[in-house]
């Protein structure tokens, strides 16, 4: 019997079950057109790497680039810092000292790199410190208690279970800041007029941490097919699809980690903002 359209459609339970959920795009409807055509052609057609949303969500957070650029003095040195700590996997911490922003990328060594910088952003906390403070963030609560989970499994060293949650909470809070997940046009404005505000030195941090951002993002979420070598560092689309083999570490965790705090501080200082103008 030839397989027409009509016949394949009729008698094809996921052809049936792909129409009923979604949208028929002129794509699907050409392999569906096609007969029986893999699965994996029929999955391609309705769905997008997280690394595409991911994009378009740090590039409305890197809007606000352009009104810190008219702020901040030297603007070319704050892009370089966040170019080289973000390809280093590392945000721009804000306790580091202003001679030592620059003097720590001198650090060839990647592991003794990590461990400064580890040192500097966790160095002294004990758990309940660090747990305390992202609760009393103005955050959503359902976040604070993924993190609360991830932690403790980060101090029992389960490391795949605590960065995966972390990752979780990652992608809440780089949706919340941007505005790409439920904010209206006018609380993404003052989140960018947030970003402008403070010392000279608050503002070339935003901006280098913004720039690092981006840079953290195009290796973090950057999708690669899993018949390719696994990438050498923390990716989200190997962890989360359950392929990344190699052994998670504690740094893996402080660096996303210290992603996670810029993005608390954002969006508590939005919030904040907000409850003072309600």
């Not at 402080?254 to 810029?262: A, E, G, H, M, Y």
């Amino acid at each position: 019997m030839e397989v027409t359209k009509t016949v394949f459609e009729e008698s094809n339970p996921i052809s049936k079950v792909v129409k009923s959920m979604i949208p028929v795009t002129p794509k699907l409807s050409n392999i569906l057109s096609e007969g029986v055509s893999p699965m994996s052609k029929v999955v391609e057609s309705f769905t997008f790497p997280f690394s595409d949303i991911c994009t378009n969500i740090s590039k409305c957070l890197f809007d606000s680039v352009f009104g810190l650029r008219e702020v901040i003095d030297n603007v070319s040195y704050w892009e370089d810092i966040g170019i080289n700590y973000g390809q280093r996997g590392w945000a721009v911490l804000g306790n580091i000292g202003a001679g030592e922003v620059t003097t720590w990328l001198t650090i060839s060594d990647i592991d003794e790199f990590d461990q400064k910088m580890s040192g500097c952003f966790l160095g002294g906390l004990n758990s309940e410190t660090v747990i305390t403070m992202y609760d009393n963030a103005n955050i959503n609560s359902h976040l604070k208690e993924i993190f609360k989970q991830s932690y403790k499994a980060f101090e029992l060293e389960l490391y795949y279970p605590a960065i995966t949650s972390l990752t979780s909470m990652f992608d809440g809070l780089l949706a919340d800041v941007s505005g790409y997940s439920g904010w209206h046009s006018v609380k993404y404005e003052k989140g960018i007029d947030i970003l402008r505000k403070g010392t000279k030195q608050q503002r070339g941090l935003n901006l280098a941490n913004i720039i690092a951002l981006q840079e953290f993002n195009k290796i973090f979420t950057c999708s690669t097919a899993f018949t390719e070598p696994e990438p050498v560092s923390l990716n989200r689309h190997w962890l989360m699809h359950g392929r990344m083999k190699s052994k998670l570490k504690i740094f893996d965790y402080i660096k996303l980690l210290s992603f996670v705090d810029i993005l608390v501080k954002w969006a508590t200082q939005i919030e904040v903002s907000e409850e003072l103008d309600s």
